[in-house]
């Protein structure tokens, strides 16, 4: 899914008339602020499961917005530039170490040049009821992350019940560490599949 990255709600519909257009059940991943996407899309009845992958994963009434003020003392700070006509980027000379430090330079430079506008609203957008309260999940821990604190990460994985995994890497993990961005997805569909095939089993006795 591309996220027009306008608003939640636009971003939560174009999810959402995916999901109305497949057969079956589906895993939702998203990273950073597709977590927040996940979390409010992931109610739809076709959603088996959320895997987050360095990513938001708000409460009932929560934003990026609101998760990401007043951050602890020696927290990264997010290199977020004021708005431009509504919209959000970060400040490319910041980029690579903030955001991809583990990847190639060129890599990094290329990554900043080629942002996707993100829209003040997006930021703000509140989830309304959270996915996770009511299905499986599965959270990828970037340990090096500069831009969403490991620790963040972890506090919002437990109280999210999520199955955790932990891999050394930078806030652009899903490039830098792809097999344990790819690890974890197997991991939750395979656990999925077998919950699946089990239920099938027990409700046909």
Request: aromatic residues 6%.
């Amino acid at each position: 899914m591309q996220n027009p990255t306008v608003t939640l709600e636009e971003d939560v519909a174009a999810t959402q008339q995916v999901l109305d257009q497949l057969d079956g059940p589906t895993l939702l991943v998203g990273h950073s602020y597709g977590g927040v996407v996940i979390t409010e899309s992931g109610t739809h009845d076709k959603v088996a499961g959320l895997v987050y992958i360095a990513a938001f994963a708000p409460d009932q009434g929560e934003s990026v917005s609101t998760l990401i003020a007043d951050p602890p003392p020696g927290a990264p700070v997010p290199p977020i530039l004021p708005p431009q006509d509504g919209f959000l980027f970060l400040d490319r000379d910041k980029f690579a170490a903030s955001f991809a430090a583990d990847v190639s330079q060129d890599l990094a430079s290329f990554m900043a040049d080629a942002q996707t506008p993100w829209g003040l609203d997006a930021l703000n957008g509140t989830v309304t009821q959270p996915a996770w309260k009511n299905k499986p999940s599965w959270y990828l821990v970037a340990t090096d992350d500069r831009m969403i604190p490991p620790p963040a990460q972890r506090a919002m994985a437990e109280r999210a019940g999520s199955t955790v995994a932990e891999a050394p890497g930078s806030h652009a993990i899903y490039v830098s560490q792809p097999a344990a961005v790819a690890d974890l997805i197997t991991e939750a569909a395979r656990s999925l599949q077998s919950s699946l095939i089990l239920e099938a089993a027990t409700s046909s006795n």
